[in-house]
């Protein structure tokens, strides 16, 4: 079992950043493909980025590409969401997952492990 915890929400005015951070714990943290994803009411959970194993792949949905920026640390079982120029239409609870697959997906059905979310809100 593995257990996501997020850090690093909150407020924050458009065009500002904000560092997301996903801790595990439960299983080697070096085996899991990590994935952010964001949900607003009345919508289905959205992709915003994910990250392979080592670290050496990174993938983005058109809508963050360029402002938002996801990495990790394997040493430290955590894993980043560096959010910048961030828009009002960038609110939702962010959450992070993790998956045992080797190639990462978009896909919320294929991550195992979930954590509980933190609220990013963009004020305009």
């Known amino acids: 079992q593995v257990q996501l915890v997020e850090s690093g929400g909150g407020l924050v005015q458009a065009g500002g950043s904000l560092r997301l951070s996903c801790a595990a714990s439960g299983r080697p943290f070096s085996r899991l493909s990590m994935g952010w994803f964001r949900r607003t009411p009345g919508k289905e959970r959205e992709f915003v980025g994910g990250i392979s194993w080592s670290g050496g792949s990174t993938y983005y949905p058109d809508s963050v590409k360029g402002r938002f920026t996801i990495s990790r640390d394997n040493a430290k079982s955590t894993v980043y969401l560096h959010m910048n120029s961030l828009k009002p239409e960038d609110t939702a609870v962010y959450y992070c997952?993790?998956?045992?697959?080797?190639?990462?997906?978009?896909?919320?059905?294929?991550?195992?492990?979930w954590g509980q979310g933190t609220q990013v809100t963009v004020s305009s």
């Open positions: 997952a993790g998956q045992t697959q080797v190639v990462v997906t978009s896909t919320p059905s294929n991550y195992n492990y």
